[in-house]
């Protein structure tokens, strides 16, 4: 069965960092691309980072130069190091197995999904 758990949500000041972490279980994430949404209040979910099992990234570019994505193999978990956070980076950020791991990609490529964890930036 496969399973996607995100954690390392919280409340944390304008400028401040963060990260999050994607643990996968049911299958190796090692042979999957995994991509990190977010989904502010009123707001249709949209993509932030995906990495291909290469371990190529993309990104949004409301988050390039501050977050970074990356995947530990041996540990089945996949990162989101965010940084230089701002309050427009605020919702419910969510992991996905996904489809195609483009500089393009949406949730229409998304297969399976975590439960969410929040993410709140304020001063």
């Known amino acids: 069965q496969v399973q996607l758990v995100e954690s390392g949500g919280g409340l944390v000041q304008p400028g401040e960092s963060l990260r999050l972490s994607c643990a996968a279980s049911?299958?190796?994430?090692?042979?999957?691309?995994i991509g990190w949404f977010r989904q502010a209040p009123g707001k249709e979910r949209e993509g932030v980072s995906c990495?291909?099992?290469?371990?190529?990234?993309y990104y949004a570019d409301s988050v390039k130069g501050r977050f970074t994505i990356s995947r530990d193999n041996a540990k089945n978990t996949v990162y989101l190091q965010m940084n230089s956070l701002k309050p427009e980076d605020t919702g419910v950020y969510y992991c996905a197995t996904l489809i195609r791991c483009i500089a393009q990609f949406s949730t229409t490529m998304a297969d399976h999904w975590g439960q969410g964890t929040q993410v709140t930036i304020s001063s």
């Open positions: 990495i291909n099992i290469f371990s190529k990234a």
């Open positions: 049911g299958f190796a994430l090692s042979y999957d691309k």
